[in-house]
């Protein structure tokens, strides 16, 4: 395996590429394409395929080798093994990098992986399982080794497993001049930078300065005359998804990270931020869904292994909910439309409880309940609950009354709406809430416990009140 050249995407943005395929860097990979690559691998033109794989950037090659299915997509790396990217990998879903890494020696993806930035190669490590990671880590380099093994002992999901080690640092009382002189003689800077990091000299930061702002001053200026004295910094146990909203609220580029001592040791840039902030949404989302995590790719099995906990919880509610409605037996043989219209009741609730949950997990990630804002939000969902309920109890009773012929039974359905319109908007807000406090991610959990309450409470209440009411 051996690293691509940039020569492989020398094609113009925006035109087509000598095969007649438009540029996928603008429209991605279309159907046709794919349906192409296909083709050739059918009729065997293997030529032909590296021909279409070979131009396209990390992550178009990523969608192609999960557009086919595992026989195809083996023979596509086969096809490309003497220039496979390995920033590919970084790209692919889990289940599909797992089938790739397989196709290649311990030897061939620890020399692929040491070329990497060292975030990039951190999270290539950290997705194998224990046995490859222990041997890819063996064979490679001692230096880079050493580096990995330092990343891997800060806490999953941190600044510390984030950020690349190689950072681009100087001291204030150099010159433009000195700087840009550095710039072209060091040796051991990384490929990509965007901020100057200012250190003090215990090596801790004390201001950045863009790279822009450096080629457009003289030679003879400061670099502390010309740095931005934020003073913004984050240390390696913080969490990547309060670092993403550093970024968020300070429109930053990059950010230096610091040991427990205040000393620069690495950065995390914008690159980073994005897919921390795309895997966070879409943990979020998964989560409100209660599919633990995305599995297009994996197995039917495994898949359904997955998913089976989150149906059991389901079971559990529903279970919950019959015996409240067990307990009410002689009042629905008595009156049968309690029976049509008890479902009514509790899907509202659970409903409208759901719009108040998905709104709150996106403020609590999102950190737009700080400063005082939260009994505010607990307030104004209560009072929309009202008035949601006011509309549709107002609604659901007149259909009742006249479906029915019973002004009581009308009242009894519209009071119980009411009940668990305002009972969702007050639980919506609350069980996220609290799930927050104690650590909980209420993406996943807080969806249970509220279909658990409006359903279970919808019942007792509609039920409850008919028995009283109407008999």
Same mark, same amino acid.
């Given at each position: 395996?051996?690293?691509?050249? %940039? ?24 159907? *046709? ?19 279409? #794989?070979?131009?396209? &950037?990390?992550?178009?090659?990523? %969608? ?56 990039? #190669? +951190? ?11 222990? #041997? ?11 580096? $990995?093994?330092?990343? /891997? ?6 600044? *510390? ?10 001291? *204030? ?9 550095? /710039?072209?003689?060091?040796? *051991? ?6 901020? +100057? ?34 003073? /913004? =910094? ?19 580029? =990059? ?72 307990? !009410? ?42 400063? &005082? ?18 509309? !549709? ?11 029915? &012929? ?19 908007? /007050? ?5 996220? $809430? ?15 416990? $509220? ?7 919808? !019942? !007792? ?11």
């Amino acid at each position: 395996m051996t690293m691509r050249q %940039d020569e492989n995407r020398a094609d113009p943005v925006g035109a087509d590429n000598e095969d007649g395929h438009p540029d996928t860097r603008l429209t991605g990979l279309t159907a *046709g394409f794919v349906g192409e690559v296909r083709t050739c691998l059918g009729a065997d033109r293997i030529d032909r395929v590296r021909a279409l #794989a070979e131009p396209l &950037g990390p992550a178009d090659l990523a %969608d192609l080798l999960e557009s086919l299915d595992p026989r195809e997509r083996a023979r596509v790396v086969g096809a490309i093994r003497d220039s496979f990217d390995p920033t590919v990998l970084t790209e692919l879903d889990d289940s599909v990098r797992l089938e790739v890494v397989e196709q290649f020696d311990t030897a061939d993806l620890a020399a692929a992986i040491a070329h990497l930035e060292s975030d990039d #190669a +951190l999270y290539l490590i950290e997705t194998l399982d224990e046995d490859r990671r222990i #041997a890819v880590m063996q064979a490679m380099p001692a230096a880079f080794r050493a580096i $990995l093994e330092q990343g /891997l002992a800060y806490p999953e999901s941190s600044a *510390g497993r984030l950020m690349q080690r190689d950072v681009v640092a100087v001291p *204030g009382f150099w010159t433009v001049g000195e700087v840009i002189d550095f /710039l072209r003689l060091s040796q *051991g800077l990384p490929d990509d930078f965007y901020d +100057l990091f200012v250190v003090d000299p215990a090596h801790r930061p004390v201001g950045t300065v863009p790279t822009s702002r450096v080629l457009r001053n003289p030679r003879g200026t400061k670099v502390a005359d010309i740095m931005e004295d934020r003073g /913004l =910094s984050v240390p390696t146990t913080m969490d990547q998804e309060q670092v993403a909203d550093i970024f968020r609220r300070n429109d930053l580029v =990059s950010v230096p990270v610091v040991d427990a001592a205040g000393r620069v040791v690495g950065a995390i840039t914008v690159d980073d931020i994005v897919d921390v902030i795309d895997q966070e949404a879409e943990e979020d989302l998964l989560g409100l869904a209660r599919t633990g995590e995305r599995d297009i790719y994996a197995s039917p099995l495994r898949t359904a292994r997955r998913r089976q906990s989150w149906l059991l919880i389901t079971l559990v509610n529903t279970i919950l909910a019959s015996i409240v409605i067990s307990r !009410f037996e002689g009042a629905i043989e008595k009156i049968v439309a309690l029976a049509v219209l008890m479902p009514i009741v509790a899907a509202m609730g659970g409903n409208a409880g759901m719009q108040v949950i998905t709104v709150m997990v996106r403020a609590l990630a999102a950190r737009d309940l700080a400063a &005082g804002g939260t009994w505010r939000v607990v307030g104004k969902e209560v009072v929309v609950g009202v008035l949601n309920g006011v509309v !549709f109890a107002t609604i659901m009773g007149t259909i009742a009354t006249l479906w029915f &012929g019973d002004p009581s039974l009308g009242l009894v359905l519209a009071s119980a709406m009411m009940f668990n319109m305002v009972w969702a908007g /007050l639980a919506g807000t609350l069980i996220p $809430l609290t799930l927050e406090r104690f650590r909980i991610d209420p993406a996943v959990a807080a969806g249970p416990f $509220l279909t658990t309450t409006t359903d279970v409470l919808g !019942f !007792f209440v509609f039920l409850g009140l008919a028995s009283t009411f109407l008999l």
